[in-house]
């Protein structure tokens, strides 16, 4: 079983820029489909990313794209979402996860992190 921990959230203001780094343990990833969701105070958690085994594809919920950019290093089974021009609606817990599969349904990711804190204030 892979074990997820999310790390590199914090506060920042709007305009700024946040990395975020997913540290996967216990055994490889790279035969894995990883992506990111985040959940917001009172809303339902929604997809964010996702990236295939060896980064040559992404997908972005309209929401993030041209302003959040995934990728992943397998060699350190780690993966990386570079977020900026962040907005105060971007603030939100967030979450990777690995799926067998390309998906932005996040019933079927196999399995979640615990999450950071991204705060962004206006």
């Known amino acids: 079983q892979v074990q997820l921990v999310e790390s590199g959230g914090g506060l920042v203001q709007a305009g700024g820029s946040l990395r975020l780094t997913c540290a996967a343990s216990?055994?490889?990833?790279?035969?894995?489909?990883m992506g990111w969701s985040r959940q917001a105070v009172g809303k339902e958690r929604e997809f964010v990313a996702s990236?295939?085994?060896?980064?040559?594809?992404?997908y972005y919920a309209d929401s993030v794209e041209g302003r959040f950019t995934l990728s992943r290093d397998n060699a350190k089974n780690t993966m990386f979402l570079e977020m900026s021009s962040l907005k105060p609606e971007d603030t939100a817990v967030y979450y990777c996860?690995?799926?067998?599969?390309?998906?932005?349904?996040?019933?079927?990711?196999?399995?979640w992190g615990q999450g950071t804190q991204v705060t962004v204030s206006s």
């Open positions: 990236i295939n085994w060896n980064g040559d594809w992404t």
């Open positions: 216990g055994r490889s990833f790279s035969n894995y489909f």
């Open positions: 996860g690995l799926s067998p599969h390309a998906t932005i349904k996040l019933a079927e990711f196999a399995s």
